[in-house]
T-cell receptor, first 113, second 115 residues
Framework: AQSVTQLGSHVSVSEGALVLLRCNYS??????LFWYVQYPNQGLQLLLK??????LVKGINGFEAEFKKSETSFHLTKPSAHMSDAAEYFC???????????FGAGTRLTVKP | GAGVSQTPSNKVTEKGKYVELRCDPI?????LYWYRQSLGQGPEFLIY????????DSGLPNDRFFAVRPEGSVSTLKIQRTERGDSAVYLC?????????????FGPGTRLTVL
């Protein structure tokens, strides 16, 4: 069965610093990988996804993630944090054989001025 | 255009009661998903509809949970004999087509509290 582990339930960075949110997955078949963001009192919004092809994926708001099969990882990065990036971030995995998407427990990002 | 909407936004009920949660997907989206999100956790898959039929209900926790989508648009999640453990935010998402990598658009959720 697929699963996702997000390392660190809370991450705090200073404004302008690098953002790194970690995600490791488990899947017996080629995975589809996603990062979603959830702002307070709003629905989840897709940041980026990997399906096939180029392993470095660029998303909205300056975020990107790299699929590393050898490390079973899909870490999310952003070179310079903004105050507006403060939110909950969820990594998720699915594949072409299953209809369900499995989410990690989430990482809450705090950005300090 | 309108996104996914869910009603009510909040529902408080007593243990043992029956509740219905409604989801209005984005117009034209054939795929519809229900998830449950408990405090401090990520969304947990419940059921997936493709059109009117439940293509995958493997995530429903027990037979107290049921969902319908009779006309292939609006969906209702029904919970019988509610228990305190059912308290959570129930999320609905829709997507275009059946490819599992399609972007899912989420609604704001219904917060269910069972007293």
């Amino acid at each position: 069965a697929q699963s996702v582990t997000q390392l660190g339930s809370h991450v705090s960075v200073s404004e302008g610093a690098l953002v790194l949110l970690r995600c490791n997955y488990s899947s017996s078949v080629p995975p589809y990988l996603f990062w979603y963001v959830q702002y307070p009192n709003q629905g989840l919004q897709l940041l980026l996804k990997y399906t096939t092809g180029a392993t470095l994926v660029k998303g909205i708001n300056g975020f990107e993630a790299e699929f590393k099969k050898s490390e079973t990882s899909f870490h999310l990065t952003k070179p310079s944090a903004h105050m507006s990036d403060a939110a909950e971030y969820f990594c998720a995995v699915s594949d072409s054989y299953n209809n369900d998407m499995r989410f990690g427990a989430g990482t809450r990002l705090t950005v300090k001025p | 255009g309108a996104g996914v909407s869910q009603t009510p936004s909040n529902k408080v009920t007593e243990k043992g009661k029956y509740v219905e949660l409604r989801c209005d997907p984005i117009s034209g989206h054939t795929a519809l998903y229900w998830y449950r999100q408990s405090l401090g956790q990520g969304p947990e898959f419940l059921i997936y509809f493709q059109g009117t039929g439940a293509a995958d209900d493997s995530g429903l926790p027990n037979d107290r949970f049921f969902a319908v989508r009779p006309e292939g648009s609006v969906s209702t999640l029904k919970i019988q004999r509610t228990e305190r453990g059912d308290s959570a935010v129930y999320l609905c998402a829709s997507s275009l087509g059946s490819w599992t990598a399609n972007e899912q658009f989420f609604g704001p959720g219904t917060r269910l509290t069972v007293l």
